[in-house]
T-cell receptor, first 112, second 116 residues
């Protein structure tokens, strides 16, 4: 079945550092891919998405590119801020699926 | 735009007691609705989803049940809570204008349940 694998956390960085959170997936066809963010004590918010190969999703300085050849959707940000501290989830939706498949989440902590 | 309400926000219940968590959705009609659980420090687990009134799909066998008595209402229940039922429960629906899950999902604020 479809699956998503994220890099193990937690990840701790200093403010203004570069961020990459790896995400790879297994799915048939061309799924839609998502990154969600969960701030402490809150529900999940959709951060960005890509629906076809080579699409780049972007939001709040974060970017991720749908790479079909490597089945990846890595999350990147050039300069992180303390306010980016949160748990980040990679997810996919298979073609015609009613459900999302989530990775296990990566906790990110940014120190001032 | 869509709004998901979840009630209550936090709950502390003893083992063996019943449970009822409510999710209501505004700003969309006939949505798919989803219940997820997030155990402490762990990822999301899909518990149930519903494509319409009275239609419930269970993803994992467990101590919980779900019902959809109205188009925009989704209820999560248990007759007798276990310690392992503790967690953060999230209700979700598809992003408005997208069918199924292809456009992503919109999540409610969650209910934090502690079973003691």
């Amino acid at each position: 079945g479809d699956s998503v694998t994220q890099m193990e956390g937690p990840v701790t960085l200093s403010e203004e550092a570069c961020l990459t959170i790896n995400c790879t997936y297994t799915a048939t066809g061309y799924p839609s891919l998502f990154w969600y963010v969960q701030y402490p004590g809150e529900g999940l918010q959709l951060l960005l998405k890509a629906t076809k190969a080579d699409d780049k999703g972007s939001n709040k300085g974060f970017e991720a590119t749908y790479r079909k050849e490597t089945t990846s959707f890595h999350l990147e940000k050039g300069s992180v801020q303390v306010s980016d501290s949160a748990v980040y989830f990679c997810a996919l939706s298979g073609v015609g699926a009613q459900k999302l498949v989530f990775g296990q989440g990566t906790r990110l902590t940014i120190n001032p | 735009s869509q709004t998901i309400h979840q009630w209550p926000a936090t709950l502390v219940q003893p083992v063996g007691s019943p449970l009822s968590l409510e999710c209501t959705v505004e700003g969309t009609s006939n949505p798919n609705l989803y219940w997820y659980r997030q155990a402490a420090g762990r990822g999301l687990q899909l518990l149930f989803y519903s494509v319409g009134i009275g239609q419930i799909s269970s993803e994992v066998p467990q101590n919980l049940s779900a019902s959809r008595p109205q188009d925009r209402q989704f209820i999560l229940s248990s007759k007798k809570l276990l310690l392992s039922d503790s967690g953060f429960y999230l209700c979700a629906c598809p992003v408005r204008g997208s069918g199924g899950a292809a456009g992503g999902q919109y999540f409610g604020p969650g209910t934090r349940l502690t079973v003691t």
